[in-house]
Nanobody, 118 residues
Framework: QVQLVESGGGLVQPGGSLRLSCAAS????????MSWYRQAPGKERELVAT????????NYADSVKGRFTMSRDNAKNTVYLQMNSLKPEDAGVYYC???????????WGQGTQVTVSS
C-alpha cells in the first residue's frame, strides 16, 4: 500500500522557519522524483520544489528560491522541505508528490497546513 505522510506544518510568524517532512512507503522511493506543492484557499495547487531521484538535483519556484531547501534521505524514504524567512503568502496546505520513472505513476500525500501570521 502506497503512503505519503506529510508532517511538520503549523503556525509560524512572518520571518520564521518550518521544516516539513514527507515519509514514503509502499514503492521504490529512491527511483521516484519527489515534489512539494502548495495550495492556498481559492487558488490552484502550485509546484514549490522538486528533487531528482538521485544526485539530489533540485528545482524551485521563483517565489521560494533562496528561502526554501528541499532534500531527501533515500535510506529513510523521506523528503524534507526547509522553509526559512516565511511570508504570509507562503501559507497553504503543502502536499508531497511522488512520480515514477517515465512518469507512469504518481502519488499524493494528504497535506499539512502551514499558516504564516503574526
Amino acid at each position: 500500500q502506497v503512503q505519503l505522510v506529510e508532517s511538520g506544518g503549523g503556525l509560524v510568524q512572518p520571518g520564521g522557519s518550518l521544516r516539513l517532512s514527507c515519509a514514503a512507503s509502499g514503492f521504490t522511493f529512491s527511483s521516484y522524483v519527489m515534489s512539494w506543492y502548495r495550495q492556498a484557499p481559492g487558488k490552484e495547487r502550485e509546484l514549490v520544489a522538486t528533487i531528482a531521484s538521485t544526485a539530489g538535483i533540485t528545482n524551485y519556484a521563483d517565489s521560494v528560491k533562496g528561502r526554501f531547501t528541499m532534500s531527501r534521505d533515500n535510506a529513510k524514504n523521506t523528503v524534507y522541505l526547509q522553509m526559512n524567512s516565511l511570508k504570509p503568502e507562503d501559507a497553504g496546505v503543502y502536499y508531497c508528490k511522488a512520480v515514477s520513472p517515465a512518469m507512469k505513476l504518481f502519488y499524493w500525500g494528504q497535506g499539512t497546513q502551514v499558516t504564516v501570521s503574526s
